[in-house]
T-cell receptor, first 116, second 110 residues
Framework: NAGVTQTPKFRVLKTGQSMTLLCAQD?????MYWYRQDPGMGLRLIHY???????AKGEVPDGYNVSRLKKQNFLLGLESAAPSQTSVYFC???????????????FGPGTRLTVL | EDKVVQSPLSLVVHEGDTVTLNCSYE??????LLWYKQEKKAPTFLFML????IEKKSGRLSSILDKKELFSILNITATQTGDSAIYLC??????????FGPGTRLSVLP
């Protein structure tokens, strides 16, 4: 049971390049999230998904796109990377809420992205 | 706009001290308040609070929520160097949105 995994762990891009970050979870969770973490700013929500085939914008969605074609995978894409997107990116997942549900998110180990 | 504020932003104590970390929130359609500990990598879950006045405890850590005053505190007693980390507070609403505070960086010196 690997939990939440992210690939790659590190990446350096040049301005204008594109890339995709992959998040995978093996806990059969319905909800998945992408955050970025910058010094002194905590975690900011980029996009999230409440189920396969659905996505929604978070607090800072500009410059990013996402897809959730399979329940276990949530992809984050940067079409044209900018230096302002230098950050650590975390993926998280959780089961659906309800009377006996939980709001606990399980986080992946993070991807450190540098855009030059 | 929803927001979560934490204080202090940074704290240095010595082993054995007791610390109190503060979290205030403004979250529309509030559902729960969560605390996480972040060491070198991913945040790990500590507590989820949904009801006012009910203390949650785990070893030397405890937390409580005040839904009237819109704040929560995280207490750590008899601190150890292994408690050094960033402590994150997050508000969760019924729209599946989580809003995180900036975190409190706690350093525990031997």
């Amino acid at each position: 049971n690997a939990g939440v995994t992210q690939t790659p762990k590190f990446r350096v891009l040049k301005t204008g390049q594109s890339m995709t970050l992959l998040c995978a979870q093996d806990m059969n969770h319905e909800y998945m999230y992408w955050y970025r973490q910058d010094p002194g700013m905590g975690l900011r929500l980029i996009h999230y998904s409440v189920g396969e085939g659905t996505t929604a914008k978070g607090e800072v969605p500009d410059g990013y796109n996402v897809s959730r074609l399979k329940k276990q995978n949530f992809l984050l894409g940067l079409e044209s990377a900018a230096p302002s997107q230098t950050s650590v990116y975390f993926c998280a997942s959780r089961t659906s809420g309800g009377a006996s549900g939980t709001d606990t998110q399980y986080f992946g180990p993070g991807t450190r992205l540098t855009v030059l | 706009e929803d927001k979560v504020v934490q204080s202090p932003l940074s704290l240095v104590v010595h082993e054995g001290d007791t610390v109190t970390l503060n979290c205030s929130y403004e979250v529309t359609n509030f559902r729960s308040l969560l605390w996480y500990k972040q060491e070198k990598k991913a945040p790990t879950f500590l507590f989820m609070l949904t009801s006012s006045g009910i203390e949650k405890k785990s070893g030397r850590l405890s937390s409580i929520l005040d839904k009237k005053e819109l704040f929560s505190i995280l207490n750590i007693t008899a601190t150890q160097t292994g408690d050094s980390a960033i402590y994150l507070c997050a508000g969760h609403n019924y729209g599946q949105n989580f809003v995180f505070g900036p975190g409190t960086r706690l350093s525990v010196l031997p």
